[in-house]
């Protein structure tokens, strides 16, 4: 072990990682739950669609993208989806594509298991006043749902922001692309990645704080 | 009001409703008995398309419901449901759970159909718990609630399924006298339960169901004090 720590680099690095790594890699989960929780309401209600070729869809999905590796999905949306439809391909969008559309398919299991959660009577009740099945599905048993999913909604959000840092493979400089660069430019290896690891692990366990405060305020005004 | 032709009702290969044929007339109170599993949930969920019947007609009001052109959301807006286990919505207040019909289904402006819902609370005793959720009112209330809530589409007909049931004794008085004012207002009625007491004195007539047939009806008093089939008999004499 001859290998002496810098502090002095650390603080050096800090301000550039944050800059450029964090807020890269927090901008590019954020926009990629979002879209991935509408893709996951929409999947989730062709898997409880009671059409069975919706169903198959649904299911397809869910397994595909659960069933292989986000860095592959990321590999076939950059490198070999351009190829068969001719465009080129620009970072950014295949990072939120790839990204989005995985966490779609387990938020989808996430809203699956909460609206099957929810009483059959929920249901029968809205629908026996005369409402269609979306409206029942909107103003009475979706919102339920979705208070019983916020626990699991978190630990997405977690696991995708950890899983954000494969995109670097296609050239995106969040924060795990910008720590291998700086340590392409000098090697300090142990201090960078250290840093980046601590970066992560604050940006991860705020989320779990803001999402057990959410859970508490909904608690707070629980009223199942 | 409603004519039930030849309903039969299967869950897979059990049948479990078998020919049933029956006229309720406007206004009518018909009370419907017999022992667990012998189908009469699954008579009234065919009546509003909670179950879909596997062969014979129900028309509503001169609507049939077999029909396939016929749009069963707007039937069902004129049949009120009230369950056993209430199914009240959680989520939402005593008010907001009457006045969510009238507002997405009806379309009535929100301000009116406030109103009309805290007339109804009212009208079940309910004023003061209006801006209550569900978990902090009783069974009793809660039963009071949803059957505000079914009263705020203005139904023309109203099932229960054995509203009281699933009630501590001391709660059953207050749901029965708010069905009885119903009753007494002119609301067709068809109503599953266990209260004899209440089928007695409310009921105009009573249907005996077994093994998914109608096996005796008639005025309450008939049915209670001259029975005629044995089946009838034999479950009076349990429950009596
Ligand atoms: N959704 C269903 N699927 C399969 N069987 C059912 C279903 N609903 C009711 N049954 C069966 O139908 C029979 C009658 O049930 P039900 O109408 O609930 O009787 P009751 O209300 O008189 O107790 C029972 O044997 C019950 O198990
Ligand atoms: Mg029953």
């Known amino acids: ?224 | 009001m409603i004519i039930v032709k030849n309903l039969s009702k299967s869950f897979g290969s059990l049948q479990v409703l078998k020919n049933i044929t029956n006229h309720i007339k406007e206004q009518e109170v018909v009370v419907v008995i017999g022992p667990s599993g012998s189908g009469k949930s699954t008579f009234l969920r065919c009546l509003n398309f909670l179950e879909s019947p596997t062969a014979g007609e129900i028309i509503i009001d001169g609507v049939s419901l077999t029909d396939k052109k016929t749009n069963i959301n707007r039937v069902r807006e004129e049949v009120g449901m009230v369950f056993q286990r209430f199914n009240l919505f959680p989520h939402m207040t005593a008010l907001e759970n009457v006045s969510l019909a009238p507002i997405k289904v009806r379309k009535m402006p929100k301000e009116e159909a406030m109103e009309v819902s805290r007339q109804l609370l009212k009208k079940v005793g309910l004023s003061d718990k209006a801006d209550v959720f569900p978990a902090q009112l009783s069974g009793g209330q809660m039963q009071r609630v949803a059957i505000a809530r079914a009263l705020a589409m203005k139904p023309k007909v109203m099932l229960f399924d054995e509203p009281t049931s699933a009630l501590d004794p001391e709660m059953v008085g207050e749901v029965l006298t708010v069905m009885k004012d119903l009753a007494k207002e002119g609301m067709t009625m068809v109503v599953v339960t266990h209260e004899m007491g209440f089928a007695r004195e409310v009921g105009d007539r009573v249907l005996f169901m077994d093994e998914g047939s109608i096996v005796e009806e008639g005025a309450p008093d008939q049915i209670f004090s001259r029975p005629q089939n044995e089946r009838t008999k034999a479950f009076l004499s349990k429950v009596l």
């Open chain 1, 1 to 224: 072990m001859n290998y002496v720590w810098q502090w002095d680099f650390v603080w050096e690095i800090l301000p550039r990682l944050i800059k450029h790594g964090v807020v890269i890699t927090v901008e590019l989960t954020t926009i990629s739950v979002c879209i991935g929780t509408v893709i996951g309401l929409v999947v989730a209600l062709l898997r409880i669609s009671k059409y069975k070729p919706l169903q198959w869809l649904g299911a397809a999905y869910t397994d595909f993208f659960r069933g292989t590796p986000l860095l592959v999905q990321i590999m076939i949306i950059h490198y070999a989806l351009p190829v068969v439809f001719n465009y080129t391909p620009v970072v950014w969008v295949s990072a939120i594509g790839a990204l989005s559309i995985n966490s779609g398919a387990y938020v989808a299991e996430i809203f699956r298991a909460g609206i099957q959660s929810i009483d059959k009577g929920q249901m029968e009740a809205g629908r026996s006043l005369g409402m269609t099945y979306g409206q029942a599905m909107r103003y009475i048993v979706l919102p339920q749902a979705f208070k019983i999913s916020i626990p699991p909604l978190g630990n997405e959000f977690i696991a995708l922001l950890k899983d954000s840092s494969l995109v670097m493979i296609i050239g995106l400089q969040e924060l795990m692309g910008t720590s291998k660069l700086i340590v392409g430019r000098q090697p300090r290896v142990l201090e960078t990645y250290l840093t980046a690891a601590v970066l992560y692990l604050i940006m991860t366990m705020s989320i779990s704080r803001l999402v057990r405060y959410a859970e508490r305020r909904l608690k707070a005004g629980d009223h199942s």
